[in-house]
C-alpha cells in the first residue's frame, strides 16, 4: 500500500500535477506561471487578481489538444492570451484583452493547442512574440 502511494506521489509529480507552479520561456523572455490544471482552476482562472508582475502568468493545461476557447469575465486586468500546442509552438496570440463583468464574448483561436499562457496585455508585443515561436515548458 505504502510503496503505490508513493507511486503515484512520484508520478503526480514527474507530470506537473501536485506541482502547481512552472516556468515558460520563449527566447528571450520568462515567465513564472502559476499552473491551471482541474476543470475548476481551468474556470477560475486569473478571475478577480488586481496585479500581475511583468514576469509572472497562468499556464493552462490541458490532458489533450483541443480548440479552447476563453474569456475575461470577472477578470480586473488587461491580458495577452497565447495558445501553444503539444510540440511547444505558438499557434495563435490574442492581444491586449479587455476585462468584462456581463457581456463577454469569447475568444476562440480556432486551433488546436494543449497549453495557454495569459500574461499582461503588452508582454507578447514588447517581446517580439509571434505564431510559430516556440516555448519551452518547465514544471517545477
Known sequence: MIIAILALILFYNNFGVVSKQGRA??????????LAV????????????????????????FEKDGIYPFWMKDTLIHLDIIWIDSNGKVVFISRNNQPC????LNIDPGKQARY???????????IGLAVGDEIKIDFL
Open 116 to 126: 495557454v499562457l495569459e500574461i499582461n496585455a503588452g508582454i507578447s508585443n514588447s
Open 101 to 104: 463583468t456581463s457581456t463577454c
Open 25 to 34: 520561456c520563449f527566447n528571450n523572455m520568462c515567465f513564472n506561471v502559476s
Open 38 to 61: 482541474t476543470i475548476a482552476e481551468h474556470a477560475r482562472g486569473l478571475m478577480f487578481v488586481e496585479r500581475l508582475d511583468d514576469d509572472r502568468g497562468m499556464l493552462f493545461v
